[in-house]
């Protein structure tokens, strides 16, 4: 019996201002420790999904390596730092460097809602 095995690559190019975004982010300095930084993000089940640069542990298959596609454990607290969206789980903090066209911008505000009418 043969085992296939399919790999599918997810990541893509960024753009030249997510790349400025990004540079950005990682310039800037922040009262806690940061584990990486994510763009083009969108939320789900409260978690952010999203492209992760800078991930402070890649792991042992380069899983969170920059330029592959991140979904983090559910958010437990999400605050601005100066221009950008810092996201807290319990895998670590995430700054949100850019949010995907038509549906991050969006996810982001049903998930504030959501925890507004929960507290």
Same mark, same amino acid.
């Given at each position: 019996?043969?085992?296939?095995?399919?790999?599918?690559?997810?990541?893509?190019?960024?753009?030249?201002?997510?790349?400025?975004?990004?540079?950005?982010?990682?310039?800037?300095?922040?009262? #806690?420790?940061?584990?990486?930084?994510?763009?083009? %993000?969108?939320? !789900?089940?409260? +978690?952010? =999904? $999203?492209?992760?640069?800078?991930?402070?542990?890649?792991?042992?298959?380069?899983?969170?390596?920059?330029?592959?596609?991140?979904?983090?454990?559910?958010?437990?607290?999400?605050?601005?730092?100066?221009?950008?969206? #810092?996201?807290?789980?319990?895998?670590?903090?995430? %700054?949100?460097? !850019?949010?995907? +066209?038509? =549906? $991050?911008?969006?996810?982001?505000?049903?998930?504030?809602?959501?925890?507004?009418?929960?507290?």
């Amino acid at each position: 019996m043969s085992a296939d095995i399919t790999i599918e690559f997810h990541s893509r190019s960024q753009t030249e201002l997510q790349l400025r975004r990004i540079e950005h982010a990682m310039r800037q300095t922040y009262p #806690v420790p940061i584990a990486g930084f994510l763009s083009d %993000v969108f939320f !789900s089940s409260q +978690r952010a =999904v $999203g492209i992760v640069f800078g991930h402070i542990d890649p792991g042992v298959y380069e899983q969170r390596a920059d330029g592959h596609i991140l979904q983090t454990a559910a958010i437990c607290r999400l605050w601005k730092q100066g221009r950008f969206w #810092v996201a807290t789980t319990e895998e670590g903090r995430y %700054v949100l460097t !850019s949010f995907m +066209r038509d =549906v $991050g911008r969006k996810s982001l505000r049903v998930l504030i809602e959501k925890a507004e009418s929960h507290s």
